[in-house]
């Protein structure tokens, strides 16, 4: 009987030592694997994008214009301005009115063109060419190279030196413009309440666009 328990201590410790022998070749034989990427799978780093950037524009080639200006003016003279210069521009470049300039008759606001004469008329100008109706009034109004008034740019004052043309006619002319932009021709002017054919074939030599 002795001897049949040592043989079942016996069988039972090999089963125990050939268990243990299988345990661990199973994990010898257990390799640990990565899929690698092939060459052509390999993931290549995307190069970043290169923000567009908008070209420079190119700068704006600055315009000039030339005005003579001359009357009651501290400075008379021909002046070299930037093109959509305003005539108080003009006045402050020139030092300024003198003490007898009739200011009140300028449109001080008014964008100047090439080319053009300004008279600034004196105060005793004025008065005189009012007293007496005067048309030579227009040798000190702004004017086209041919002595014509540019009703286009005129101010009231200038406007009020063409023959026929009063302060509220005038003052139509500037409303018109204002509302509905430049003349493209004189014969625009008709368009003017107030002005029809007939006052129109008299100033038509006076005016220009």
Do not use: W
């Not at 001897?3 to 345990?23: G, P």
């Not at 994008?49 to 200006?69: G, M, N, R």
């Not at 139509?172 to 129109?200: C, M, P, Q, W």
Request: with cysteine; hydrophobic share 40%; aromatic share 6%.
């Amino acid at each position: 009987m002795r001897n049949y328990f040592r043989v079942l201590i016996y069988i039972l410790i090999s089963l125990m030592v050939i268990c243990c022998f299988s345990a661990c070749a199973g994990s010898e034989g257990d390799t640990l694997t990565m899929d690698m990427p092939s060459e052509d799978e390999a993931t290549v780093p995307e190069t970043p994008a290169i923000a567009e950037t908008d070209p420079e524009p190119a700068e704006k080639e600055d315009k000039y214009i030339y005005v003579f200006l001359c009357g009651a003016v501290q400075n008379p003279g021909v002046y070299e301005l930037p093109e959509g210069s305003r005539l108080f521009e003009l006045l402050e470049r020139a030092g300024g009115m003198r003490g007898d300039a009739a200011a009140d008759a300028l449109n001080q606001a008014e964008i100047l063109s090439d080319g053009k004469q300004i008279r600034i008329p004196t105060v005793d100008e004025i008065n005189a060419s009012a007293a007496t109706g005067d048309s030579q009034a227009g040798a000190f109004a702004p004017s086209h190279q041919d002595g014509r008034i540019n009703i286009n740019t005129a101010s009231l004052s200038d406007l009020m030196t063409i023959n026929g043309i009063g302060e509220t006619r005038a003052q139509a002319i500037i409303d018109y413009r204002e509302e509905h932009g430049s003349f493209a021709t004189i014969e625009d002017i008709k368009l003017v309440n107030g002005i029809k054919d007939g006052l129109f074939n008299k100033i038509k030599d006076q005016i220009t666009v």
